[in-house]
């Protein structure tokens, strides 16, 4: 065998190697960038999950969304602009997914649950006049895409989730109790 066999072995044996080394590193990448979704993703949750409890933990709050909501006009200035602050955070949630989907970072079904819950939340008087209030310190992609929603939603009368909730769980207690064998007498 010759120098310049064993230089074509080397050479083989290298190329083989930076091949190995080319499909190792497009796994890590793709791991990775799975890992940082999934980072994302547990941060989105996080911050969602955070805005609702403070929310449901701290009754003036909780009033001053409801109220805010419908557009009460009796609400003292201070709960308005609470609901304005309220709203304005919820507007940063849904920018920030806006611009994470825009990225690739943000799934399809996720995207979409992000779109329902701004066209929830502008369907409300006291949310599209926070929105009006509060769109110039947004960049312009992002309040394009919320007057979009907003002109697609028509505006209806908030809801009262506690009547909500006690119907609905009304009519669940109904089929439950409809379900029970009767008892012997």
Request: no cysteine; aromatic share 8%.
């Amino acid at each position: 065998m010759s120098l310049t066999d064993l230089a074509s072995i080397g050479s083989l044996i290298s190329g083989v190697a930076v091949l190995i080394s080319l499909i190792y590193m497009n796994q890590q990448t793709r791991q990775n960038t799975k890992h940082t979704m999934a980072l994302i993703e547990q941060g989105r949750t996080a911050a969602i999950a955070e805005w609702l409890n403070m929310l449901a933990s701290d009754p003036v709050l909780m009033e001053s969304y409801l109220r805010g909501s419908a557009g009460d006009q009796t609400m003292s200035d201070i709960d308005a602009a609470r609901f304005v602050v309220l709203s304005t955070a919820r507007f940063y949630s849904y920018e920030d997914q806006f611009h994470r989907h825009r990225d690739g970072l943000l799934g399809e079904a996720k995207y979409a649950g992000v779109v329902s819950a701004a066209k929830a939340s502008l369907r409300f008087p006291g949310a599209r006049a926070s929105w009006t209030l509060m769109r110039g310190t947004f960049d312009t992609e992002f309040q394009d895409f919320m007057d979009k929603l907003m002109h697609e939603v028509p505006p209806e009368p908030a809801a009262n989730f506690g009547t909500a909730l006690k119907a609905l769980s009304a009519d669940e207690l109904s089929r439950l109790n409809a379900l029970k064998p009767a008892s012997p007498a």
